[in-house]
């Protein structure tokens, strides 16, 4: 999608606090023994109050209204009688329409007690985020978000899952652009045009560089090799100034 008017900007906006809001309600729920359901249910309830559909069930049929992924789960895990552990690493994807308007956000959330290294990799997940989001803006090419993330990733000692990529969002949930790298992809010729919705959201590990579906659903992907990897996603405009960050609970 791209933006035309302040109209959409603001809807775009609502939607984007909604699912952040989200997220932050369900982050500050997880602890020990609470099942990945009751998670669910948590941001369930907090998108139908506030008039927003699920995206994942709406646009795919998943069964569940977010995506749970714990330990070797990496993206896609569906909520069930899972029960949550102490020191387990836990992935939340929260995505919702409303009125016409997608949003799409995720965090990753290491339960205490925590293990210094997963504590690390939390903190650095978020900084390689941020690294993609510093080089979006109108007129810059997509080709450098993936630069900037990979180049974070080598200094600081990760390896980047490189088949889970970031997306055009806003008026579906998965749009044009498609397919856009959070690690160096040197066939990537594509510009950012003013106005334009994507997502980001980098898969930062401790060795994992491939995500592989298991035998259990159609829907959970795991890592490969098996090692620790985090998430964190928003969802940006590029202006001419840079990105707006339209996932903030605001």
Same mark, same amino acid.
């Given at each position: 999608?791209?933006?035309?008017?302040?109209?959409?900007?603001?809807?775009?906006?609502?939607?984007?606090?909604?699912?952040?809001?989200?997220?932050?309600?369900?982050? /500050?729920?997880?602890?020990?023994?609470?099942?990945?359901?009751?998670?669910?249910? $948590? #941001?369930?309830?907090?998108?139908?109050? !506030?008039?927003? *559909?699920?995206?994942?069930?709406?646009?795919?049929?998943?069964?569940?209204?977010?995506?749970?992924?714990?330990?070797?789960? $990496?993206?896609? =895990?569906?909520?069930?009688?899972? *029960?949550?552990?102490?020191?387990?690493?836990?992935?939340?994807?929260?995505?919702?329409?409303?009125?016409?308007?997608?949003?799409?956000?995720?965090?990753?959330?290491?339960?205490?007690?925590? /293990?210094?290294?997963?504590?690390?990799?939390?903190?650095?997940?978020?900084?390689?985020?941020?690294?993609? $989001?510093?080089?979006?803006?109108?007129?810059?090419?997509?080709?450098? $978000?993936?630069?900037?993330?990979?180049?974070?990733?080598? /200094?600081?000692?990760?390896?980047?899952?490189?088949?889970?990529?970031? !997306? =055009?969002?806003?008026?579906?949930? !998965?749009?044009?652009?498609?397919?856009?790298?959070?690690?160096?992809?040197?066939?990537?010729?594509?510009?950012?045009?003013?106005?334009?919705?994507?997502?980001?959201?980098?898969?930062?590990?401790?060795?994992?560089?491939?995500?592989?579906?298991?035998?259990?659903?159609?829907?959970?992907?795991?890592?490969?090799?098996?090692?620790?990897?985090?998430?964190?996603? !928003?969802?940006?405009?590029?202006?001419? *100034? #840079?990105?707006?960050?339209?996932?903030?609970?605001?």
């Amino acid at each position: 999608m791209t933006i035309s008017n302040d109209d959409e900007l603001q809807a775009l906006k609502e939607i984007g606090a909604i699912v952040a809001r989200a997220l932050a309600a369900m982050g /500050k729920a997880l602890e020990p023994g609470i099942t990945t359901a009751e998670l669910d249910g $948590i #941001g369930r309830a907090y998108l139908e109050r !506030h008039g927003a *559909r699920p995206a994942p069930e709406l646009a795919y049929d998943f069964p569940g209204a977010t995506c749970i992924s714990v330990n070797e789960e $990496i993206a896609h =895990g569906i909520p069930g009688e899972r *029960r949550i552990l102490a020191g387990d690493l836990v992935n939340i994807d929260v995505s919702a329409e409303k009125d016409g308007f997608y949003g799409d956000t995720g965090a990753s959330f290491a339960v205490p007690p925590v /293990k210094p290294r997963l504590e690390r990799l939390c903190r650095d997940g978020r900084r390689a985020l941020w690294a993609g $989001i510093g080089q979006v803006g109108a007129g810059k090419p997509l080709a450098g $978000i993936g630069q900037a993330v990979g180049r974070f990733a080598d /200094k600081n000692g990760y390896t980047l899952v490189r088949n889970l990529a970031s !997306h =055009g969002v806003g008026r579906s949930l !998965h749009e044009e652009p498609t397919e856009i790298a959070t690690w160096p992809d040197k066939r990537e010729r594509r510009t950012m045009t003013n106005g334009l919705v994507f997502t980001v959201e980098p898969f930062l590990s401790l060795g994992a560089d491939w995500a592989e579906q298991g035998d259990s659903d159609r829907w959970t992907l795991y890592s490969e090799p098996c090692a620790p990897t985090v998430q964190y996603e !928003h969802t940006v405009v590029a202006t001419p *100034r #840079g990105a707006v960050v339209l996932t903030l609970p605001g």
